[in-house]
C-alpha cells in the first residue's frame, strides 16, 4: 500500500507536479521511450466516501513489458484539476497497486464536497482512467425512518426555567441506529438523568466543533479518547433523560468554539445526500 505521507506530492488548485531526468550517462545517448501498458481492474471503493470516514481506496495492475512509472491523480470533477498527485513505486507487469487517500489534499485542507475521478498518468504523458466516487463531509446520523420533530424541536425554542433549545430534534422509532456525523474523537460520554439522558460527544476531525447525540436508547459504550468514523454506529435513538415523557427522538446539538449553533440546515443538506 502506499503511504501518502511518503508519496503524495502537493498538487493542490494552482500547482504542478514536474518530474525531472537525470542526464542520460556522457550526454550523448538518447532516453529510452517509457513502455507501453495497460491498466487493468481499476477500482475506487467506496464510490460513496466521506471524510474521516473510511478511506477511499484505488486499485489497479499494470500490463506492461517491465515496470512502469506511473503518477495517481485525484481530480476534482468541478475544478478538472488534482486536488493530490500520489506517485507510487514503479508498477511491475501485473502488480497489484493501491492507494489510499483519507481526503486531505496536497494542500493540506479537507477536500471539498464533490464528485472526483482518478486519472493514471504513464511518463509517456497519456492517461488512463481509474474510476470515480463522490465525497461528502458528513452523514445523517440516524440510519433509519425520521422526521423532523417540527417546532417545538427546533433551535432557540425556549424551554421551562427560561432556557432555550440549543439543538434540534428529530423524530424515530426507538432502537434505529445513530451514526458518527463526522468522525473524530469521543470528548464526553454518559448518563445525564435531567436533561439529556444517555448521551456522547464527539469532536469533529479538523473541525473545532463538538457533535452531541443525547437521550440514547442505552449507555454508550465509547468512552473519552475513543476514535469513531464518520458513519460508525455510535448508538440508538432512545427516550432517556427529559425526553421519557416526550418519547423517542435525536436531541442533536452542533457547538463551534464551544458555543451552539443552529443544526438545521446542516442536517437537512447531510440528509439530502446520505
Not at 439543538?167 to 460520554?189: E, I, K, W, Y
Not at 473541525?207 to 452531541?212: A, E, P, Q, S
Request: glycine share 14%; hydrophobic share 35%; proline share 8%.
Amino acid at each position: 500500500m502506499v503511504a501518502l505521507a511518503a508519496l503524495a506530492v502537493a498538487a493542490a488548485a494552482g500547482g504542478a507536479v514536474v518530474v525531472a531526468s537525470g542526464p542520460a550517462s556522457g550526454g550523448t545517448e538518447p532516453e529510452a521511450a517509457p513502455p507501453e501498458f495497460r491498466i487493468l481492474d481499476a477500482r475506487v471503493s467506496p464510490r460513496r466516501a466521506y471524510f474521516a470516514g473510511r478511506p477511499v481506496q484505488i486499485t489497479f495492475s499494470v500490463a506492461a513489458p517491465a515496470p512502469v512509472a506511473l503518477q495517481v491523480e485525484i481530480v476534482r470533477d468541478k475544478t478538472d484539476r488534482p486536488v493530490l498527485v500520489v506517485v507510487p513505486p514503479p508498477a511491475g507487469p501485473r502488480a497489484a497497486q493501491r492507494v489510499e487517500w483519507d481526503g486531505v489534499t496536497g494542500a493540506g485542507e479537507v477536500a471539498p464536497n464533490g464528485s472526483y475521478r482518478i486519472r493514471i498518468r504513464g511518463a509517456d504523458g497519456r492517461v488512463r482512467r481509474g474510476g470515480t466516487f463522490r465525497l461528502r463531509s458528513h452523514h445523517y446520523p440516524i440510519r433509519g425512518r425520521h422526521a423532523d420533530r417540527g417546532p417545538i424541536g427546533t433551535f432557540g425554542v425556549g424551554r421551562n426555567g427560561g432556557r432555550t433549545h440549543e439543538g434540534f430534534d428529530v423524530n424515530a422509532a426507538c432502537g434505529t441506529p445513530l451514526v458518527a456525523a463526522r468522525g473524530g474523537r469521543v470528548v464526553r460520554s454518559g448518563y445525564d438523568p435531567v436533561l439529556y439522558g444517555n448521551f456522547v460527544i464527539v469532536r469533529g476531525d479538523r473541525t473545532r466543533r463538538d457533535y452531541w447525540y443525547t437521550h440514547m436508547k442505552n449507555t454508550t459504550r465509547l468512552r473519552v479518547g475513543d476514535r469513531v468514523r464518520t458513519g460508525q454506529r455510535i448508538g440508538s435513538v432512545g427516550a432517556t433523560g427529559n425526553a421519557r415523557t416526550i418519547g423517542c427522538h435525536l436531541h442533536f446539538e452542533i457547538h463551534s468554539r464551544g458555543r451552539p449553533i443552529d443544526p438545521a440546515p446542516e442536517l437537512h443538506a447531510w440528509d439530502r445526500w446520505s
